[in-house]
């Protein structure tokens, strides 16, 4: 079937689904492989339970007219996408970056929701998958849509953008992660530059950090560019007045406050004010937005429990993330501080040395009581009476005595969920 044919059919449902348990009525099933399931063997009872179509590359799952054959579901998942996106004729705004992205994302949508219908990425369906499935999860009424896009190696995002033609866009930072793919920073910076490069080659607009050497490099002789910056004056002029711990920032006369701690949060808000900025919104209501924004899902997030204060920063974690958070946190007057840190995962060759390097980092910071947690910091030597590393979740937990009056910051890959840890605070 044409892609034209199916976008047509795709019209009469009103969701995509592709988990047979998730079925709505209505949906248009799509029957993706993965490396222990195929979604070809679900088709069927995807139809029965409510499913209106179900796209499948299995001959014999064939069943009724219901089932739709092509050559490979995963491509034509991303070739209805892409079509779907060129007949809505609607801008699409990307991200990509090694960290801050879903936050990112998160402001930005409170931003432009306050004068546009805005659909943006579900949580972090951010891969070759989720982006196809934001872009279908646009409709007629959609003005804006925002397309979180992750990557671990090189010529993911170029791929990415194929799918998702963004007509503005924004790179968070560059950081160490996911150096397994990317083999090195410069392979990050490459990986995720291919962003900017598919803006700049066809023309599009793109959002900078001009206080990031490595974006004002890559974009000097570009036009077609809007920039942050808290000091150079050429560009939208945005100031970090304090993080303890909220991060406040001061656009023209307006202070606004976020819910949002770690310094690292700051051109974060940056971009979100930039883009609802270059979006005619109205500074008031950027900085009601800003303000109503809550961070969810482990993310940041402050928790009073007891006569203990955590920031929960469970959700994911790299060296770059790790060390921000953490020097953010020793930067804090709080009096007692306790750290909890767990594994950094998919670092490849380089895992060793930098779990050494954070480890050596909690003992300059000089953090009174530190536990590093998982196999890979049980490796490390810290040469001090207040680091204690375990070697898994559980040797810690068996091990670990709630604080009293302290302030706890809990940070680990989401491999390890150390938001376990919360039941014993
Ligand atoms: P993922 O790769 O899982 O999609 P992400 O890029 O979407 O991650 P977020 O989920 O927004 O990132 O944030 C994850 C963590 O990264 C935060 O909790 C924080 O510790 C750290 N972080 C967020 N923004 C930045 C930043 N601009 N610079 C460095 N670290 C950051
Ligand atoms: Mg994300």
Redesign the pocket.
Known sequence: MKIDQLHQLFLQCEKVNTDTRKIEQNSMFFALKGSNFNGNVFANQALKNGAKYAIIDEEEYQTSNATILVEDVLLTLQQLATYHRDYLKIPILSLT?????????ELINTVLSKKFKTVSTFG?L?NHIGVPLTLLSMNKETEIGIV?M?ANHIKEIEFLCHIAKPDYGYI??F?K?HLEGFGSIEGVIKGKTELYDYLIKNDKHIFFNADDDIQVNKLSPYINKTGFSQLKSDYYTIKLIDAKPFVKIKIEDLIITSNLI?K??F??LCAAVLIGKYFNIDPKEIKEGIESYLPKNN??QIINKGNNKIIL?A???NP??ME??LTNFANLNDKNKMVILGDMFELGNESEKEHQIISQLVKNLGLETAYLVGENFHKTKSNSNFVKTFKSFEDFKSDFKSPSHTTILI?GS?GMALERILECI
């Open positions: 970056g090694s960290n801050g992205k879903t936050t990112t994302k972090n951010n979180e992750g968070t930072n950081g992660a770690g690292y949060n051109t974060n993310r940041s920063d959700y994911n974690a770059t993330s921000a958070a940070k989401r």
